[in-house]
């Protein structure tokens, strides 16, 4: 979301911005990072994963406010934000509302992350998100 907002930021044309906000969730995902997964998606009562939809919802909050503090904070700054997010999201109505399209997605966001099951430690997938992190910031203050 992050990332997107700040890519978006820097170009001029419109919707040139929104395609480049929403590719640039798919750029993210060829680097290892921390993923947060729910945990047996509808196999487990809602409370038991509660906790997880929490850190989403506060990892969505924080970027909300890291965008806030560092941008001119014009709306359409939080739009090129949404869009960034909208492959995961489709990932998500997935598991909800299956369908083929929503599946082929799904099979190909999932290939993207390619380097997610080898065996990279935390510290370079938390290094990886800290860096897009800070080089959002960068580009948002500009």
Not at 4 to 24: C, E, P, R, T
Request: aromatic share 14%; hydrophobic share 55%.
């Amino acid at each position: 979301m992050l990332f997107g907002a700040a890519i978006g930021s820097l170009i001029k044309n419109v919707y040139l911005a929104i395609i480049l906000a929403f590719l640039s969730h798919y750029f993210l995902d060829l680097f290892p990072h921390v993923e947060y997964l729910i945990k047996n998606k509808g196999e487990k009562p809602l409370h038991d994963v509660l906790p997880d939809i929490f850190k989403v919802f506060l990892d969505f909050c924080i970027g909300l406010l890291i965008i806030s503090l560092f941008s001119l904070n014009q709306p359409i700054i939080y739009i090129y934000a949404f869009f960034a997010v909208i492959p995961d999201t489709l990932t998500v109505l997935n598991y909800f509302l299956p369908s083929k399209i929503l599946n082929i997605h799904d099979k190909l966001h999932t290939k993207i992350h390619f380097l997610k099951n080898k065996k990279i430690s935390n510290f370079w997938r938390i290094l990886s998100q800290i860096m897009a992190v800070i080089i959002s910031i960068i580009l948002l203050k500009n």
